[in-house]
């Protein structure tokens, strides 16, 4: 008995050593492989389950395909809506992929709302301001997206007619952030839907581990992936993450839609836990997706929105001359104060424009340089997550031929005791 407890102890742990050398730079060859099986299987299985149990969605899906091909291919008075709905349907997609591709990944997510949406927004705030419109988008759908920009990025602020806000010697604030809002509000929600559902994968996978029986399988691997991690933040990680399991009772509709609601880089931890303890899937999902794609979004928008058009700027003056009406002796130097400062702020705002060709000059060699360090950023972040993704793939198909290989020596080893 000791001699095969030996002999699997052994194997385990040649396996965990195979699986840590998978990777793209020791065995990229071998991780490319397992990677193409796991993928050829997930979508074997997929199409398995939809031609068995969806064979009404499956038929309804190929009718609306071919529909919409046909529409597509003919000429007529429907060809001005059907290119709509195409740039609508465009636009919601890749808004919605970026979301996914923000959250999913255990962590190691595409940061595409510092990469797309956060600049996007600052972008239209700041051109909202500086031509005192809001009315600058040809369509909703006109913002940033593959391959394509938006149209009014570019555009000279006489092309849109006279200013609609104007500012007050009394306020930085130029356009009301009531009124800019809405115009970037609908990219941002459905960013917040792609996110809520990125967040679907983990809550799955735990899921089937709790059916299957592996109650704690999920749970390892998530420790696994932040004990690599040393130093004060890897502590704190990791009493979070005590914490969160030792009150694992109070995971209800309340708490994932608290959890969601705030910037939290460990929500995967929630969702595997939800998984993990038999949360049903509407009350997870509907709660994530309140959470991200309509309080967690509005906050980051709000934010970069009042930065932007100088309305936090302006609270914080509000706040500072508040504070100083409070300290004794500052009262009577006050509205010296307060008027040097609105002296400055009209100095600011009427800065001189220089040269138009000194500026042109520069701004295409600072568009240059910008735009190359951008690009070179982004490709390296989707290279950074397309290998995380193909090395947890290869890995996890790596481990469960492991499993099993020990299953079956377990076999072999119980029939001959």
């Known amino acids: 008995m000791g001699t095969d407890d030996a002999a699997i102890s052994e194997l385990r742990e040649k396996h965990q050593i195979d699986l840590d050398n998978l990777t793209l730079t020791t065995q990229p060859l071998k991780t490319f492989k397992f990677f193409i099986f796991a993928s050829a299987l997930y979508m074997k299985r997929s199409l398995l389950y939809i031609l068995t149990k969806g ?66 927004i600052a972008f239209f705030t700041i051109k909202a301001v500086q031509c005192g419109r809001i009315d600058l988008k040809t369509a909703p759908y006109d913002t940033i997206q593959l391959k394509r920009g938006p149209s009014w990025l570019d555009k000279d602020c006489a092309e849109f007619g006279p200013p609609l806000f104007t500012s007050t010697p009394e306020s930085l604030v130029k356009v009301p952030l009531s009124k ?6 609908l990219e941002a929600i459905l960013w917040g839907i792609g996110t809520a559902l990125g967040e679907l994968p983990p809550y799955f996978i735990s899921r089937a581990a709790r059916i299957s029986g592996s109650k704690f399988e999920a749970m390892e691997e998530l420790d696994a992936t932040s004990s690599k991690e040393d130093g004060f933040m890897a ?33 995967d931890l929630a969702g595997i836990m939800c998984g993990q303890f038999g949360i049903p899937f509407w009350k997870f999902f509907l709660a994530t997706l309140i959470g991200k794609a309509i309080v967690k979004t509005h906050i980051q928008t709000i934010f970069i929105i009042s930065v932007c058009n100088n309305q936090l700027f302006q609270w914080v003056e509000n706040e500072f ?20 400062l609105h002296m400055l702020k009209q100095k600011f705002l009427s800065a001189p424009v220089p040269g138009t060709a000194q500026l042109d000059a520069k701004a295409k060699r600072w568009n240059l340089s910008f735009t190359l360090i951008w690009n070179t950023v982004i490709w390296l972040m989707i290279l950074n997550f397309f290998v995380k993704i193909v090395t947890a793939t290869a890995q996890r198909y790596l481990k469960k031929q492991q499993e099993l290989e020990v299953k079956q020596l377990e076999k072999i080893q119980s029939k001959s005791n």
Not at 87 to 97: G, P
Not at 180 to 185: A, D, G
Not at 330 to 335: N, T, V
């Open 55 to 120: 064979v009404w969605f499956t038929i309804l899906s190929i009718l609306f395909v071919c529909f919409g091909l046909l529409l597509v291919a003919t000429d007529g008075p429907h060809e001005k809506h059907v290119q709509e709905f195409l740039s609508y349907s465009k636009f919601a997609l890749w808004w919605v992929v970026l979301g996914v591709a923000s959250s999913i990944g255990l962590g190691s997510g595409l940061h595409t709302f510092v990469l797309y949406l956060g600049p996007h």
């Open 180 to 185: 800019l809002l809405p115009q970037v509000q």
């Open 235 to 267: 502590a704190s990680v990791k009493q979070i993450k005590r914490w969160l399991l030792t009150h694992s009772q109070h995971l209800n509709f309340f708490t994932i839609f608290l959890l969601a609601s705030v910037p939290n880089p460990l929500f």
């Open 321 to 340: 001359l508040w504070a100083l009406e409070h300290i004794p002796g500052f009262s009577a130097i006050l509205p010296s104060i307060i008027a040097k």
